[in-house]
């Protein structure tokens, strides 16, 4: 069974600066898909990025980027200029196509604090 | 479109008691899901339906029921609630594509007493 793994319980940064966001997952699969959610205060759950395994350019929207190591296993979330609205949990999930469901395996989240 | 609408926002429940969450969907959506997400900790899969009639059980489908009778609809059964039921429950919704993005609801928040 996949796993994902969010290291940092808790992390804080400056507004306007830069923070990143750690994720490891354990797969055997070749074929996959990555995801970062942003569930803020008011408990929605928001698409932030997401990642094709199969693609080796790291995807990028707006402020955000990531950072995908599929040799490590690694798929981390870079905020630039980071924004007050930013504030959040982040969610790390894992999506295989195998098996039908197609579900998402979470990771427990980091809670990201913007301070001004 | 709504997107995913979810139905109650909140509810209170004695031990024992049965409830069903509703959740729709507009967007024609052929899968959808039910998470629950404990404090502090990421959401976990319950049951899914990759269409109308096809239900399946997640990770923790254990005191929980479903039905798929129509594409827009997924409503989720609790039967003789229990104190461990207490959560935040989500219904997501996506297309067919894989990399398609899975479309949450606002949830609904249960406590059982």
């Known amino acids: 069974a996949q796993t994902v793994t969010q290291s940092q319980p808790e992390m804080s940064v400056q507004e306007a600066e830069t923070v990143t966001l750690s994720c490891t997952y354990d797969t055997s699969e070749n074929n996959y898909y990555l995801f970062w959610y942003k569930q803020p205060p008011s408990r929605q759950m928001i698409l932030v990025i997401r990642q094709e395994a199969y693609k080796q350019q790291n995807a990028t929207e707006n402020r955000f980027s990531v950072n995908f190591q599929k040799a490590a296993k690694s798929f981390s979330l870079k905020i630039s200029d980071s924004q007050l609205g930013d504030t959040a949990m982040y969610f790390c999930?894992?999506?295989?196509?195998?098996?039908?469901?197609?579900?998402?395996?979470f990771g427990k989240g980091t809670k990201l604090t913007v301070n001004p | 479109n709504a997107g995913v609408t979810q139905t109650p926002k909140f509810r209170i429940l004695k031990i024992g008691q049965s409830m069903t969450l509703q959740c729709a969907q507009d967007?024609?959506?052929?899968?959808m899901y039910w998470y629950r997400q404990d404090p502090g900790m990421g959401l976990k899969l319950i049951y899914y339906s990759v269409g109308a009639g096809i239900t399946d059980k997640g990770e923790v489908p254990n005191g929980y029921n479903v039905s798929r009778s129509t594409t827009e609809d997924f409503p989720l059964r609790l039967e003789l609630a229990a104190p461990s039921q207490t959560s935040v429950y989500f219904c997501?919704?996506?297309?067919?594509?894989?990399?398609?993005?899975?479309?949450f609801g606002p949830g609904t928040r249960l406590t059982v007493l």
């Open positions: 999930a894992f999506m295989s196509p195998q098996g039908g469901s197609e579900k998402l395996v």
């Open positions: 967007m024609n959506h052929n899968y």
């Open positions: 997501a919704s996506r297309g067919l594509a894989p990399n398609n993005e899975q479309f």
